[in-house]
C-alpha cells in the first residue's frame, strides 16, 4: 500500500512470485516462546502505564509474570524438547543477565534470539531517534556478549516502536521486524537507508497471551485453532510456502492445567511431513537470498 | 430530541412495523431464505485525521495501543492481501455472489483488488471514506454530503459505476444520513440491524431501503467482541439460518451477513464460515444474491 507509513507494497497473494521452501516444505513452522522479565518498580513514561491495576508495585501481575521464568520456562521446555524443537525467542536481552539457568537452556538448545527489547515494561514511543539507536546497539551487544550470536530482528518491545523504528533497526543491521500481521509470507519492508528489511509473520491470532490472557478462550481452543491454522496454510503451501508462527509466554501456557495442549499441538503438526522447523533468522536470510529482489520488482505492477 | 411518547418510531427515518402484521414476502422461485455476504474491505489510517471520528475500541492487532500501532494496521491489512481471496473463493464454491463494501481509501489504492472484485462479478457498495473516518452526528450537513459523495466519487471512478448500495464504517450515520445517501443517488443502506426483511425508508421522492443484518453475527461483534470460538461462530450462523428457514416458509426471510476478510479470513477460521455456507446452500429454499438483487426483487414485490 502506499498509504501512509508507505512500508509495505501491495502483493495479493494470488500474484506474487511462488516460494519454494528448503526441501519443498510447505509450512515454515517457528515457534516463538517470549522469555521477559517485567519491572518490579517501572518507570510509567506516560504513554502506557505497565502496571495500571495499582500504584506500584503490583505484586499480582509482577509474580504472574515472573511465575513464567521460574516454573512455567521449565515446564514449557517438555514439550519442546520431545519434538526437538528449535525455537526462536523473543527475548528481553536483561534476562540474560538476571536468570542465567534460563540462558544457559537457551544457549544449549541452540535457540535463535531477536530482540523484544530490555525489559518488557520499557517501551520505545518516547525514544528520540539516537535514543533508540543506542537501544540497539545495547540489544545486539547484550545478545553477543551472552550468546555470542549476531542479533538479526525484532519484535518491539511489548510490541511497540517508533515512527523510526524499520530504518532504525536496518541502520543497525538488523534484517526482520515481526511487528507487522498482513501476511502469511515473508514481505519487504521499505526503509530509508537502502538497508534489507523483511516482515517475518509473527502472529498476533495464534498467541497465547491473545487468546489466553486477553481475551480468556481455553487452552484446548488454541490448540484447536493452531491445528485449524495449519491445516489450511498445509493446504496452501503445496502451491506456495507459508510460515506459521506459534507465540508462547511461559507464564501462560506453562500453567499447569494448559502445558498438556501445547504438547497436543506439536504432536499434530510435527506429525505432518513438509513442515520446515525453522526459526525467524532463518526465514528472514533465506527469504531475503532467494525472494526479495522478485517481490520487489514484482510489486511494481500493482501500484496505484 | 428525545422522544415524544407518542405512537411509532422516535425519528422519522421508517414506519413502526411489527413482522408479524406485514404481507407476505416472497423470494425468487419460492426461497425462503435470500442470502447476502458483504465482504469489508476498509483500511485503517496511520494517524487518524484531525476532526475525523475512529472508534476507541476499533478492532484488530494486540490491545489497543498507542501510536504508531504497526499491529493493528497490518492485521487488518491482511484482509487485503489475503484474506479476501479466500473469502471469494469460498463464496464462489458455494455460489453465492459477493457484495463488497469497499472505502475510498482501497479503490484509490488497491487498483488490483478493485478489478479483481469486478472479474468475479462483485457488487461493490460505497463505505465512506475510512473505517479511521466515519459518519457520526458531529458532521455538518454540507460536511457529511461532501463525505458521502467524496465515497461515491471514487468508486465511479475506480469502477466506472456508481454505487447503488452503502455501509457505513463501523454503521456510522447521523440522524440525516438516509436522506443524504438517497440524495446522492444511493437506493439502499446496509446500517440498520432491525429486522429480517428489507424495509422501505423515508427519504424523500426517490425509493430508498433499508438491507437490515443481524448485528450478533457479524464477525467483529461475534469474534472480536464477544470472543466467540469459531466452532461456535459456526455454530450460531447454522442455528440462526435454520430459524430463518423455518420462519421463512411463511413469510420471507433476510440473511445478511458482515464480515471483513482480516477477521474471518484468516487461516484457522475459513473452514468454519466454508461449512456453516455449505450447511445455508445444502438446506435448499436459499437465494443468495447481491445487495442490488435483493433490493430490486423487494421493491418489485411490494410496489
Not at chain 2, 83 to 91: A, K, Y
Amino acid at each position: 500500500m502506499a498509504l501512509p507509513p508507505d512500508r509495505i507494497d501491495y502483493l495479493p497473494i494470488i500474484d506474487r512470485p511462488v516460494i519454494k521452501w528448503p526441501n519443498d516444505a510447505r509450512v515454515a513452522l517457528w515457534i516463538s516462546p517470549n522469555i521477559e522479565h517485567y519491572e518490579y518498580l517501572p518507570v510509567n513514561e506516560g504513554v502506557r502505564d505497565p502496571w495500571p491495576r495499582t500504584p506500584y508495585p503490583d505484586v499480582q501481575q509482577y509474580t504472574y509474570r515472573d511465575y513464567g521464568n521460574r516454573v512455567g520456562f521449565w515446564r514449557m521446555l517438555e514439550p519442546l524438547d520431545k519434538h526437538g524443537i528449535r525455537c526462536c525467542i523473543s527475548l528481553n536481552l536483561a534476562v540474560l543477565e538476571h536468570f542465567p539457568e534460563i540462558a544457559e537452556a537457551m544457549i544449549e538448545r541452540d535457540y535463535d534470539f531477536m530482540s523484544h527489547g530490555i525489559y518488557n515494561t520499557r517501551y520505545l514511543y518516547t525514544c528520540t531517534q539516537d535514543e533508540e539507536r543506542e537501544f540497539y546497539r545495547d540489544c545486539i551487544e547484550t545478545l553477543r556478549r551472552h550468546t555470542g550470536k549476531q542479533l538479526k530482528g525484532m519484535l518491539g518491545p511489548a510490541i511497540t516502536g517508533t515512527v523510526n523504528t524499520p530504518d532504525l533497526m536496518a541502520e543497525a543491521g538488523l534484517i526482520y521486524h515481526t511487528d507487522w500481521f498482513h501476511d502469511d509470507q515473508p514481505t519487504p519492508i521499505k526503509v530509508n537507508n537502502g538497508g534489507r528489511l523483511v516482515s517475518v509473520p509473527y502472529s498476533i491470532e495464534l498467541n497465547d497471551s491473545s487468546v489466553l490472557r486477553d481475551n480468556h478462550y481455553s487452552a484446548e481452543y488454541f490448540a484447536d485453532i493452531c491445528k485449524a491454522q495449519f491445516d489450511r496454510l498445509y493446504e496452501e503451501g503445496a502451491e506456495s510456502g507459508r510460515v506459521m508462527c506459534i507465540a508462547l509466554h511461559p507464564f501462560l501456557i506453562g500453567q499447569p492445567h494448559r502445558i498438556k495442549y501445547l504438547e497436543d499441538t506439536l504432536d499434530y503438526i510435527m506429525a505432518h511431513d513438509g513442515v520446515w522447523q525453522t526459526t525467524a533468522d532463518e526465514i528472514a536470510e533465506y527469504y531475503i537470498a532467494n525472494y526479495y529482489d522478485q517481490a520487489v520488482a514484482h510489486a511494481q505492477r500493482f501500484t496505484a | 430530541m428525545p422522544a415524544q411518547r407518542t405512537f411509532g418510531m422516535d425519528h422519522p427515518h421508517h414506519e413502526w412495523s411489527p413482522i408479524i402484521t406485514r404481507p407476505v414476502l416472497r423470494w425468487p422461485h419460492d426461497a425462503r431464505v435470500a442470502l447476502c455476504v458483504i465482504l469489508v474491505l476498509e483500511h485503517m489510517e496511520w494517524q487518524v485525521p484531525d476532526g475525523a471520528f475512529q472508534v476507541a475500541n476499533l478492532a484488530g492487532g494486540s490491545a489497543p495501543r498507542a501510536f504508531p500501532d504497526y499491529a493493528r494496521l497490518s492485521h487488518r491489512e491482511y484482509g487485503h492481501r489475503v484474506g479476501i481471496f479466500r473469502l471469494l473463493d469460498v463464496l464462489e464454491k458455494h455460489g453465492i455472489p459477493a457484495t463488497i463494501a469497499m472505502d475510498a481509501l482501497t479503490a484509490d489504492n488497491y487498483p488490483f483488488l478493485v478489478r479483481h472484485c469486478l472479474d468475479r462479478g462483485c457488487e461493490i457498495i460505497g463505505h465512506g471514506v475510512s473505517v479511521s473516518r466515519m459518519i457520526t452526528g458531529e458532521m455538518s450537513e454540507t460536511e457529511e454530503r461532501e463525505y458521502i459523495q467524496s465515497s461515491i466519487d471514487s468508486l465511479v471512478k475506480a469502477t466506472g459505476s456508481a454505487p447503488l448500495g452503502w455501509s457505513g464504517p463501523e454503521y456510522g450515520e447521523s440522524d440525516r444520513t438516509p436522506r443524504l445517501l438517497a440524495e446522492a443517488g444511493i437506493r439502499y443502506v446496509c446500517d440498520w440491524a432491525n429486522d429480517e426483511q428489507p424495509f422501505p425508508m423515508t427519504t424523500g421522492d426517490s425509493p430508498f431501503f433499508a438491507l437490515p443484518l443481524l448485528y450478533e453475527l457479524d464477525d467483529v461483534a461475534s469474534l472480536a467482541q464477544r470472543k466467540v470460538t469459531v466452532a461456535d461462530y459456526q455454530r450460531r450462523l447454522t442455528e440462526s439460518f435454520d430459524v430463518l428457514h423455518e420462519d421463512g416458509a411463511a413469510n420471507g426471510r433476510l440473511l445478511a451477513l458482515n464480515w471483513r476478510p482480516w477477521l474471518v479470513g484468516q487461516p484457522f477460521r475459513i473452514a468454519a464460515v466454508d461449512r456453516a455456507l455449505a450447511h445455508m446452500m445444502e438446506c435448499g429454499g436459499v437465494w443468495p444474491a447481491t445487495g442490488s438483487q435483493i433490493i430490486e426483487w423487494y421493491q418489485s414485490q411490494t410496489a
